[in-house]
Structures are given as C-alpha cells and as structure tokens.
C-alpha cells in the first residue's frame, strides 16, 4: 500500500527554458514532497465536518425558504439560495475556500436584499450580490484576482454597486440624467467584464474551457440580461436575468463535474493498456482520455537526485506552453519510484492542480503503469538471459560427450583393438592346449570389451552421425526397424553444428524407439528439412496414438532437451493415432 | 609372390599393429600413411595389391578414408580397398560397394584379431572378390526382415544368403556350412527365386545384388 512513490511537483520552474522563469504563481509551497500517502488525503484535505453540516443546515434551510414562499418569490429565493448551497459546497475544499465563501455571500446579499422592505439598501445589497458574482467570476476558479486590471475591474463593480444603489436609481429617486448616467455606466462595466470573460475562455486550455465553459456562458448571460433590463426595465428581461442568474450555481457544479468526468475516465485507459506500453504510448492514450493535449509524459534518468528540479534534458524538450498564450506554461508533476527504476515527468494543464484527488488518481496510473513495464521488461531481459544461459549449457554438454567420444575413440578402444591384434599375432604360435585356451578366452573377453566401449560411445554421441552426418545417420536408425519406413530429407552431404544434429538424432531415435514399443505403427515416416537457421525434424506413424509427453516415455526428457537448444517440441497424438511429433532446433550450416 | 599392402590409419599404434600382423602372415607392407592425401600419395606410388584403410582420418575425422577409398578405386581400378571401421555402419559399408563389388571390403576392426580370418579378407580383396564384415550383413539380414521380403526364406537359407552378401565363394560357404558344394548351388538358387533376383557366377556380382536388394 505505502508504494514508495514521491511526487514531488516543481512549480513552473520546469519548464526550465530560461525566459519563462517562475510565471505560474504558485510557489514550492504549495507542492510539498511526498512519500507515500497520496496527495489529496493531506494536501488536498477532504471536506471538514463542520464543512458537510454547514452544507446541510443551509440546504435545509433554503429548501424550507422556498416551499413556503409566497407566490413570485420562489424563483429568486431559489436563486439566492442555490448560491449559498454550492457556496458552502465549493467552499469545503481548501482549494475552493475563496471562492466559495464570495458564493456563500452572494447568496445571501441576495436573499437579504429579497427580505428586506427598504428600497434603498435592498437595492444596495441586490448591488452588492452582482458585485460579489462579477468578482467569483473574474477570478473563477481559484478565487484570487491575479491581474491588476482584473482587481480594478472588480473594485469598480463594488464601487458601481454602491453608486447605484445608494443613489435610489430603482426606486426612481434619481434624476433622470443620473439615472442614465450611472445606468450606462454599469453597463459599460458589465460589457468591459464580458468581454474579459470571453476573451479569457477562448484562450484557455481545451481542459480549462470545458470546466469553465459552463460558468463562464452562464454568467456572460446572466451580465448580458443584466444589461438589458437595466437599460430597458422591462419584466420579461428582468425574469430571464433571475433565471439565468439562477442558473449560475448549476453553472458552477456542471463545470466541475466535468473535469471530474474527464477524470473518471481513467478507468477506460486502464481497460486498454496492453503489458510493454511505452512510455510516449502512454502519454497519448492519457491526452486522448483526459481530453488534456498539454499531457506529457517524459522519461528522467532514475539517478537523478530527488530534488525538485528536472534535469536539463527534459527542461529542453518540449517546453511549449500548453495553451496558445493561456494560463501559462504546462505545469508538471515529477514521479519517481527508485525502487522500481522508475521516474518521468507529468506535464498538464494547470487546471489539474484544483482537482488533487484526480491528479493524484493519474499519477498514481502512472506510476502503476510505469512499474509494471519496468517488471515487464526486466521479466523480458531475464527470459533471454536464461535461454542463452541454457543454450550455452547444452552445448558444453554436447562438446564434452562428443570430447569423450573422442578420447574412446583415440583411446582406449585403440588400445584395446592394439591388444587383440597381439593377442591374435600370439594366437598364430603354437601355444599348446592350455595356452590355446587361454588365448581364447582372452580374445573373447577383448571382443566383450570393445563392444561395451562402442555402445557406449554410440550412447553418448553416435559414430556413424559423426562420420556421415544427420540424414545417413537417421537413415540407419530407421532400416533397423520391423516397419516400413522412410526418410525424407534434403540434407544429405551437408553438415550442421554438432550439437544440433545430436539433439536432432537422439529426437528420431527417442521416437522411433517409441513408435516400436507402443504405437503398434505399420508405416513410419521421417522428414528432416533445414528451413533457414532451424532445423526441422518430423517423425509419423499411423499407430494408435495417445502418446504423452509427461508420461514416462523419455519423451519429457527429449522436450526438455530439445529446448535447451531454444527450440521447441510439439507432440500431437490423438487417441486412435496418427501420432506426429515435430522438433524444431535452431543449428547453423557447417561448411564442408 | 606375396602381397603388397600399404596401411593407412592415424594411430601409429595401429599401423605398427597391422603391420606385424600382417608381416607374419606373409604380406608385405610396402607403405603407411596417416591421413588422406598421404594415403593417395604411398598408393600412387607403390601401386599395391590392396590398400587398407581406416574410415577416421584427419583433418574432421569423419569419413576422410572413405572417401579417398573411392578415390583410389577411381584412380587405380586394380587396387582393392579394404576399409577398416571402428564401429559398423550400414550406409558406410553400401556407399563403400558403390556399383562395382570388385576387389572391395568393409571390416570392423574388432575382426583383425582374428588374423586368419583378417588375411583371408585381404587375400579376398587382393583378388577382385569382396569381403563384408559379418556384423553388417547380419543387419542387412537379420534385422527388419519381413518387411525386407525375407520372412519365405528359411534360417539356413538366410545363413546362406549372409555368407553370399559377405562375398564368399560357394567352395567357402560349403567349407563353412559343412555341406557339399552341390546342396549350396541349390540354397542359392532357391534364395535368388525366392527373392526374385537374377543368378550370376561371378561371385562379386551376386554380392552387388543380394547387398543392393538388402539394403533398399
């Protein structure tokens, strides 16, 4: 559980090209190293209890103020309360505390400004409620105003507020020159605000716009008929202000469950994965899922210390911003895991940094992912070390049977063959009765011992395969049959590496042994044929099948044998025959 | 006169063998050569009654006699070649035969010990005739021998057809049979009918049969 994963995430001083410098506001603060535990579980913090009670009591509270209000009066307590509902929502995370509380307040202006029978400072806080949305919009979703002209902006809708409001423009006690006056002059406002707004949706992130997309269309809406009914007070528009008015809250919580949405579509990415994925693989398969073009994913050298800065090649590549002049420069999340030799650098919209919880769901896949290929490939690369290892083996095993074949041969059947002939030279005198005998029995025992010699190097490594080669060899082996037999093969006078054409032999003669013990075969059919760098050797009989690899036929011994070369023994023996048995074993082409 | 052999094997300890086994029987060897192209060289040189050869020669020490036994028949067709095997192969002693069974043999070297029979081989050779090891007829008889077509054919029969595949006469084969000549005329003509081959008197022709109709 406690995967020894740290994410450690270096604030736009990543993306190293020089020029850019720390632009993303966010400091190291706010990225704490982490080693463990998942990032939302601290950093993030979940809703606090008085949080979720909060959430409750209001809603119940509003729920109470609408079903028992008066006819007309239920849409807007509806409004203004369904403010202070996501209010208190959207607040309970740390990350949206500013935020929410600005919803919090507007809601209940709002609902003050509706309880109030003052004309004057009803009209005051219905300003002070548009004042409060102007600036939760401004300074969507993070609740800080960043920009000097955006704190300008929504001052000046505080202080339009104010004028409007106590200057009794609703209530008709302002001449009428103030009146429009002050009228245009908000509206001026307004449109100086929605044209911010817009502006700041079309250069978003494609994440960035569909998470503010909602909000941003409801509120452009909400200003617009805003305008309006201020310009030509008529009803009609003034409904369809409060409507859209209300409808900004629903705004607010559609805009999040997108990027919630696009989050949970984790699942599907996981669904797809394929075991070896690659790292660049990975990384677009998470753009197309989360629907983020500004996801990277690039590989860091594992060595690297476990400080927050990214080696320089990484700060090389790719340091585009992730939007078209937009929110700044791709933030990014380092993941190293040294454990598993894994370490990358996620790059992605900043966006992704007031939703922790998924951020953290996607590195952790990551992560996850990363290890498994690293498993995967060291699972690979110590698959391949072994076949060699093994091969290497059998092939010592090979040269030392084929040495000792040898030294017999040189050896001790030599002398032994010396001895006979004396003995024979000796046999020619005249040695008497006894000393006949004894020659005699000498000569006997000789022939006993030089015939045990020969079958035992025939065992370990067969002569006439030594002289002849494999096809001549398997040749023999088969005409020493009671069936009818046939070799078929295209290797004659050509020789292959020696431990091929041993592995090769001793797979007939297993076989054929076999055929003649079990199968009860009339015919048996052998192929040998070179196909490339593999050699391939068949042997079929139409007996009666059944034969069994794990069996105890010596059959388990030949695959093992057979794969140690890194080929591959195939046996299909069906009850009722034919049997087949097929072994393909890699062996080069010896010149000569 | 005495024959004149030159003996070629890689094993001086064999050389020197065969050739005091062979000295005290009354052959002479006029040449020894331990691998391939020295063998050519000794029998080019020499031109002896028969060469006598050992099938593992050097450099692969693989079939080097046995080829430069065919050489040497190609080159001097009235030098016999008896090749000598440390182990018996079928397909070694039929690739020896080729199409001609005159003055050819193929021999274990077990089978030296036994000098008289070892000189008589030679001498066999030295003649024009053959001489085939025991060992492999009694494969090529003995073993598969229903489906070689053999099963009509009686245990004497079969004894008989060995001794013809070994390349012995009709006077030996009785000698060995304890029979008379006559009942070995008529074995053998039973035999050829039976296995549906034409007789010969040439003794080394009758070998190219019974050992081609053998090894099929």
């Not at chain 1, 805003?226 to 559609?254: G, N």
């Not at chain 2, 030996?172 to 008197?201: M, Y």
Request: charged content about 20%; aromatic content about 4%; proline content about 5%.
């Amino acid at each position: 559980m406690a995967a020894p994963a740290s994410m450690t995430a270096p604030s736009g001083a990543v993306a190293a090209a020089p020029a850019r410098g720390a632009h993303d506001a966010a400091s190291p603060a706010d990225h704490p190293v982490h080693h463990g535990a998942p990032v939302a579980s601290s950093a993030a913090g979940g809703p606090g209890a008085l949080w979720v009670l909060l959430v409750v009591a209001v809603g119940l509270l509003v729920t109470l103020a609408v079903v028992t209000a008066p006819p007309g009066s239920a849409l807007p307590r509806l409004a203004g309360g369904s403010f202070m509902v996501v209010g208190s929502w959207w607040g309970s995370r740390p990350a949206g505390r500013r935020a929410g509380l600005l919803m919090l307040a507007a809601g209940a202006a709002w609902l003050v400004a509706l309880a109030l029978g003052d004309p004057i400072v009803s009209s005051l806080f219905d300003g002070l409620s548009l004042a409060l949305i102007a600036h939760l919009l401004l300074s969507f979703p993070g609740g800080r105003l960043r920009r000097r002209f955006d704190r300008g902006l929504a001052t000046a809708g505080y202080a339009a507020a104010l004028v409007y409001g106590s200057l009794g423009i609703e209530a008709g006690r302002a001449s009428r020159t103030v009146e429009v006056l002050v009228t245009l002059g908000v509206a001026v406002l307004v449109c100086v605000g929605i044209a911010v707004l817009v502006r700041r949706w079309r250069h978003g992130t494609p994440l960035a716009r569909r998470a503010t997309g909602p909000v941003l269309l409801a509120g452009a809406a909400a200003l617009v008929a805003l305008v309006v009914s201020l310009l030509t007070k008529d009803r009609a528009v003034h409904l369809c202000f409060v409507i859209t008015f209300a409808a900004l809250p629903a705004a607010f919580v559609a805009g999040r469950l997108r990027t919630r949405l696009a989050a949970a579509r984790l699942a599907d990415l996981v669904r797809g994965l394929r075991p070896g994925v690659t790292v660049d693989e990975l990384s677009q398969r998470l753009a197309v899922t989360l629907g983020d073009p500004a996801i990277r994913l690039e590989r860091l050298d594992p060595g690297a210390g476990t400080t927050s800065s990214v080696t320089p090649s990484v700060a090389g590549s790719a340091g585009r911003p992730a939007g078209a002049g937009g929110q700044g420069p791709a933030a990014s999340l380092v993941l190293r895991d040294p454990d598993a030799g894994v370490a990358v650098c996620l790059r992605h919209d900043p966006w992704w940094r007031d939703e922790p919880a998924q951020l953290d769901a996607i590195a952790g896949l990551v992560l996850l992912v990363l290890r498994g290929e690293r498993l995967h490939a060291q699972l690979r690369a110590r698959a391949d070390e072994l076949a060699v290892s093994r091969a290497r083996v059998a092939r010592a095993a090979h040269d030392e049977r084929r040495r000792i074949e040898r030294n017999l041969h040189d050896g001790a059947q030599q002398r032994l063959v010396s001895a006979s002939m004396t003995l024979g030279r000796l046999a020619q005198r005249d040695l008497g009765a006894d000393g006949d005998r004894l020659a005699s029995e000498t000569s006997a025992l000789l022939v006993g011992a030089l015939a045990d010699l020969r079958d035992l190097a025939n065992g370990l490594h067969p002569s006439t395969l030594v002289e002849r080669g494999l096809q001549v060899a398997v040749t023999e082996l088969v005409r020493q049959l009671p069936v009818q037999a046939h070799v078929r093969g295209d290797l004659r006078g050509r020789r292959l590496d020696g431990a091929g054409e041993a592995t090769a032999w001793f797979v007939v003669n297993e076989a054929l042994t076999n055929v003649v013990k079990h199968a009860g075969a009339s015919r048996v059919d052998v192929g040998l044929e070179l196909d490339g760098p593999v050699l391939e050797v068949v042997v079929r009989d139409d007996g009666t099948g059944g034969a069994d690899v794990e069996r105890g036929t010596g059959l388990r011994g030949l695959a093992d044998r057979v794969a140690a070369t890194g080929g591959t023994l195939d046996l299909d023996s069906p009850r009722g025959g034919p049997t087949s048995l097929r072994a393909r074993i890699p062996c080069r082409s010896v010149a000569g | 006169m005495s024959l004149r052999v030159v003996v070629a094997d890689d094993s001086a300890l064999l050389r020197r063998g065969l050739a005091l086994l062979l000295a005290e029987a009354g052959v002479e060897v006029v040449g020894q050569a331990s691998d391939a192209d020295a063998t050519a060289l000794q029998v080019a040189a020499t031109r002896p009654d028969v060469l006598i050869v050992d099938v593992r020669m050097p450099p692969t020490f693989t079939d080097e006699g046995l080829r430069v036994a065919g050489r040497v028949r190609r080159e001097h067709p009235g030098t016999g070649v008896l090749v000598l095997s440390q182990f018996v192969s079928e397909a070694s002693a039929v690739d020896v035969l080729g199409d001609d069974a005159r003055g050819i043999g193929y021999l274990l070297k077990d089978r030296v010990a036994d000098v008289g029979g070892f000189v008589d081989a030679v001498r066999r050779v030295a003649a024009g005739g053959t001489a085939f090891d025991p060992e492999v007829v009694a494969r090529l008889v003995g073993l598969g021998r229903d489906r070689r077509g053999l099963g009509d054919l009686t245990a004497r029969e079969r004894e008989v057809l060995g001794l013809v595949a070994e390349g012995r006469s009709n006077a030996a084969i009785s000698e060995r049979l304890v029979v008379s000549p006559r009942t070995v005329e008529k074995h053998i003509s039973t035999i050829f009918a039976k296995l549906g081959l034409a007789d010969s008197p040439d003794d080394h022709r009758r070998v190219l049969a019974v050992v081609a109709y053998l090894s099929r």
